[in-house]
């Protein structure tokens, strides 16, 4: 054979080869990317809930039965006979309006109405019909004008002495040189931050009420409210560096960052550069307190100099940006580990999914008898939690451990179980720490429910303007929220707030204390009623 024919029989050679390894590399990538389509559909289009896929049943029903006794005798089967009544109860509209203030309208006949229409006698009172209604006042818009009476001396004025004016003593406002009052600003903050109504719709409700309010008068409002808030925000934060068990986590805000007004949006940073916002919040112990900070980026920095002084446990998943916090603990999330699992029994075919056994099920179950221990342990004193968690979360967690490191082995570290699988592995150390300490808990849901409000409000006003009103968002949260942990009304304690702050002396800690949410004081003023019981 010629010399030319055999480079080309060595060339086709090592075109096979290399296709060949192209197509077998081609082919292993093919299931993980349809596990990521699959994932990635199930989370566009499917419920965020968590469920347990088909087949599960006996992980979600039998958790008693498998974390109970196996030895323990079954009670005997009696049978009871007995005739059923009707337990009498408040109806459901006597305790639904049990705590309203009541008014009283009594209708009565005139005294010369008063007589019998058969015999013409004098008519006696024999009882009463009562009709029973809600009347809900919808917002009002009035003027209140504050008039300030002055004194002068006339008898200074006659003989052309000094003359004094002495001014009677009004509070001081904390909206100065401005139309707004307490009233005013704490719905409208409740609105935004609690209610998630953004402010265009708030100047279109204001307008049929027959007032003209822009929404940038209002976002004026809230800045400079926000700016007389911020002592309390920050007395909050020095209790909240007190504590020794914390959670956190943090989440996107986009903040519009134009180049053409560099002093007021953030230089440098295009309009979609997204910004964080961060959450600090206490744990089981002591009054709730839930902080946010606002942050242009995700670096561990911030969390380093917000919480400095702190030292204890903090909650948090698996973000590395937590990680080496001097005197801080980290705690893993258990529900981060879990969710895993969870999104690897979805990739799976249905009929593998409703059949179950797999590695995903393995895993899943594991996680949820974890689970089912800490919900058994609710109502435990930490005491009894710590104690009943190294008898009977310790061995699972041995068990699990020994699981992990058997599968992690047969599995793809590019598939979706096995990303639930280095998850585990890599956050072993901070996911078993729950077990020094009877207060920690199993994830850290506590937080992800704390910035849940902030994410639903996200949805609606979808950005911040200026920095300045993404840091003026964050104490307006952080004061809100802590008020509705603390189960205040908020609406109720943001008016006497915005009323007592600019008449006390903000440099003392003694005087914001008394009206920090969990102050009796203010806890006696503004405290929702609670639900009377059945």
């Known amino acids: 054979m010629p010399q030319q024919d055999d480079i080309t029989y060595h060339q086709l050679r ?19 990317d349809r596990e990521q389509l699959g994932l990635a559909k199930k989370r566009l289009f499917g419920p965020s809930r968590e469920q347990a896929p088909l087949g599960q049943e006996a992980l979600l029903f039998n958790e008693a039965e498998a974390n109970a006794a196996p030895l323990a005798p079954e009670p005997a089967t009696e049978t009871i006979l007995y005739t059923r009544t009707r337990r009498k109860t408040p109806g459901q509209r006597d305790l639904q309006l049990a705590n309203l203030p009541i008014e009283q309208i009594t209708y009565e006949l005139p005294e010369d109405q008063q007589v019998c229409p058969a015999c013409a006698g004098t008519l006696q009172e024999m009882g009463a019909d009562t009709r029973v209604e809600v009347e809900i006042v919808p917002a009002l ?58 402010l265009y719709r708030q100047e279109a409700s204001f307008a049929r009420l027959g007032f003209e309010l822009s929404r940038q008068t209002m976002a004026l409002w809230m800045l400079t409210g926000a700016g007389g808030l911020e002592k309390v925000s920050e007395r909050m934060h020095v209790h909240l560096l007190e504590r020794d068990i914390l959670h956190a986590d943090e989440t996107t805000l986009q903040v519009l960052n134009e180049q053409r007004v560099p002093l007021v949006k953030e230089a440098g940073r295009a309009a979609a550069s997204p910004s964080y916002m961060w959450l600090y919040r206490s744990g089981r112990d002591g009054p709730p307190i839930v902080l946010y900070d606002y942050q242009q980026t995700r670096e561990g920095e911030h969390s380093r100099r917000f919480l400095t002084g702190f030292c204890g446990f903090l909650h948090v998943d698996g973000y590395v940006g937590y990680e080496g916090l ?29 059949k179950g056994g797999t590695l995903a099920h393995d895993g899943l179950d594991l996680c949820d008898k974890l689970f ?5 342990l609710r109502e435990a004193t930490p005491e009894e939690r710590f104690a009943e968690r190294h008898r009977r979360s310790q061995p699972l967690r041995e068990d699990l451990r020994v699981w992990l490191d058997e599968q992690s082995a047969k599995v793809l570290p590019k598939s979706v179980l096995g990303g639930a699988l280095s998850y585990c592995r890599n956050q072993w ?6 077990l020094s300490d009877g207060r920690l808990e199993l994830d850290n849901n506590r937080a992800e429910r704390s910035i849940k409000p902030f994410v639903i409000g996200r949805k609606n006003w979808l950005f911040a303007n200026t920095p300045r009103g993404a840091r003026s ?62």
Do not use: M
């Not at 089912?372 to 058994?376: H, K, L, N, Q, V």
């Not at 150390?429 to 729950?434: G, N």
């Open 429 to 434: 150390p901070k996911l078993t720490t729950f």
């Open 141 to 198: 818009v009035k003027v209140v004008q504050h008039i300030r009476t002055k004194y002068a001396c006339r008898h200074c004025e006659r003989n052309e002495i000094q003359t004094p004016i002495l001014p009677a003593l009004t509070p001081v406002s904390a909206f100065p040189n401005s139309l707004a009052s307490p009233t005013a600003v704490a719905p409208i903050v409740c609105q935004k931050f609690v209610e998630g109504s953004p």
């Open 473 to 534: 968002s964050a104490i307006l949260y952080s004061v809100v929220e802590t008020a509705k942990e603390n189960g205040l009304h908020p609406f109720a304690y943001l008016t006497p707030l915005f009323e007592q702050l600019p008449n006390i002396n903000r440099k003392d800690p003694v005087a914001l204390d008394l009206l920090l949410p969990w102050s009796e004081s203010v806890q006696a003023k503004c405290r929702v009623p609670s639900k009377p019981s059945h």
């Open 14 to 32: 090592e075109t096979n080869s290399r296709l060949s390894a192209e197509v077998l590399q081609l082919e292993a990538e093919i299931p993980r």
């Open 326 to 354: 001097p005197g801080v603990t980290l705690c893993g999330c258990w529900a981060h580990a879990r969710r895993k699992f969870v999104e690897a029994l979805q990739v799976l075919p249905e009929p593998t999914r409703k």
């Open 372 to 376: 089912a221990i800490e919900r058994d």
